[in-house]
């Protein structure tokens, strides 16, 4: 008797280098979610306040919010289904799921777009959050870039994969 092998999950990873897929990603953006996250990727004010309205503000997708601390795979489960994979049955999501508005691509041009826009060591150290570090910008091991001060073990591991 042969056992079938699951099939495996489907990777979304959203290449922010593609200038296509980016100026794509630009205009979906602008279309569907700038109303709450801000033209400029700002997010709402107050999005870290702990109030009757928590978790009610679209925080920031630019390197002041905390999008670049997940992968890319977990910022596509949000944006299509309004929760991550990994919450909680319990924990109440105030973003709207897009499934029934934008396509798989759509969403990772989407992606891809917001990750354009992050400062190098914000890009370096979100993608070493993806498999295999898909999508380490080109470069990153020979410029000089900061990461915030909550980021600074990512970087110490990225340099432990570096070859001397």
């Known amino acids: 008797?042969?056992?079938?092998?699951?099939?495996?999950?489907?990777?979304?990873?959203?290449?922010?280098?593609?200038?296509?897929?980016?100026?794509?990603?630009?205009?979906?953006?602008?279309?569907?979610?700038?109303?709450?996250?801000?033209?400029?990727?700002?997010?709402?004010?107050?999005?870290?306040?702990?109030?009757?309205?928590?978790?009610r503000r679209a925080p920031p997708h630019d390197s002041t919010g905390h999008s670049w601390q997940h992968p890319d795979e977990d910022l596509f489960h949000m944006t299509k289904y309004g929760?991550?994979?990994?919450?909680?049955?319990?924990?109440?999501?105030?973003?709207?799921?897009?499934?029934?508005?934008?396509?798989?691509?759509?969403?990772?041009?989407?992606?891809?777009f917001i990750k354009s826009r992050w400062p190098i060591g914000i890009r370096a150290s979100q993608s070493m959050l993806n498999p295999d570090h898909k999508g380490m910008p080109a470069g990153a091991d020979k410029v000089e870039w900061t990461l915030p001060p909550n980021c600074t073990a990512s970087f110490q591991r990225w340099g432990q994969t570096q070859p001397p």
């Open 83 to 112: 929760r991550f994979a990994a919450a909680p049955a319990g924990i109440v999501s105030y973003m709207p799921a897009f499934e029934a508005r934008l396509k798989d691509d759509e969403i990772v041009a989407v992606i891809a």
């Open 1 to 55: 008797m042969h056992t079938l092998a699951a099939a495996p999950e489907p990777s979304h990873f959203a290449d922010a280098d593609n200038e296509a897929l980016v100026t794509q990603g630009a205009q979906i953006y602008a279309l569907n979610c700038s109303s709450c996250h801000g033209r400029r990727l700002q997010g709402q004010a107050l999005w870290q306040l702990r109030d009757q309205y928590e978790g």
